[in-house]
């Protein structure tokens, strides 16, 4: 597990638990500390499908790839990429084309500097250390620029990284920058935590994983379909629109589970017309 490698940044407080780590953690990764493992933990004690929420979101990642390929996709801009850990957009795109361009994007220079040696020998992708919340930084960074070209289209995923945009940050005028430097025939694809149940009802428990977030890394911002859909006004959601993960186009049927909701997100694809 993470002590103090020589790649992180001296700044980073290594005691401080950070969502990318703890995310990292629940995915059976290596890259964490045990201030992450701490708060995971407690996380799982409080509600304990958060674990399978985290699979589930891989395994939507997975389908979100492949489905964009098979449209031709083969430029990523993965926002809010997190921690390199097994199944990364790079891998799957590429495994599917070669030619497939990946430039990974977060705001933590624990999660980008993780991810520079791993993508060190591979020229067609890149990880770079900026905000969502700062189009302008994002969309002219050096590498964006180099490895993607904006006159085709391009796939923007933002997989479980709005809850952390609040509603102050205005995230659908975010994402309107986004959606207007895209070409025709791009998609974005968002995973959101919703916490809700099968009739719109929050779970119990929600509230204090939102307090333990809260307390460990920064307000957890819950949000519902329609709040997603405003988010993506000017996009068109491709079927089956806005659904709990296993409800994305699942491998087959088993995939769906009996209680699908219990994935406590949503998620969707949808394309700029």
């Not at 395994?59 to 993965?78: A, N, Y």
């Not at 180099?146 to 994402?175: G, K």
Request: glycine share 8%; charged share 20%.
């Amino acid at each position: 597990m993470l002590d103090r490698p020589g790649w992180a940044p001296k700044q980073i407080d290594l005691n401080r638990p950070n969502a990318a780590r703890m995310y990292d953690y629940l995915l059976g990764g290596g890259c964490n500390t045990a201030a992450d493992r701490e708060m995971a933990k407690r996380l799982v004690a409080r509600m304990p499908q958060v674990k399978e929420t985290v699979r589930l979101n891989r395994s939507f990642l997975r389908r979100v790839v492949s489905f964009l390929v098979g449209q031709g996709v083969t430029q990523f801009l993965d926002i809010g990429a997190g921690i390199p850990s097994v199944g990364n957009v790079h891998q799957l795109a590429q495994g599917l084309d070669p030619e497939c361009r990946v430039v990974y994007v977060d705001n933590d220079p624990i999660a980008v500097a993780y991810a520079e040696p791993v993508l060190k020998d591979n020229k067609l992708a890149a990880a770079v250390l900026a905000d969502f919340r700062s189009p302008d930084q994002v969309l002219n960074a050096p590498a964006v620029r180099s490895l993607i070209d904006f006159d085709q289209p391009v796939a923007v995923l933002t997989l479980m990284m709005m809850h952390y945009v609040p509603d102050s940050a205005d995230p659908a005028r975010l994402m309107g920058r986004y959606r207007d430097a895209l070409a025709p025939g791009s998609y974005v694809a968002v995973s959101h935590p919703s916490f809700t149940g099968a009739h719109g009802e929050l779970l119990a428990d929600a509230e204090a994983v939102g307090e333990i977030v809260h307390e460990a890394v920064e307000p957890l911002n819950l949000r519902g379909a329609d709040d997603l859909l405003r988010i993506l006004a000017g996009f068109e959601p491709v079927p089956p629109g806005v659904v709990h993960l296993p409800l994305w186009r699942p491998d087959s049927t088993a995939d769906i589970g009996r209680h699908p909701e219990r994935s406590l997100v949503y998620g969707v694809v949808a394309a700029k017309p």
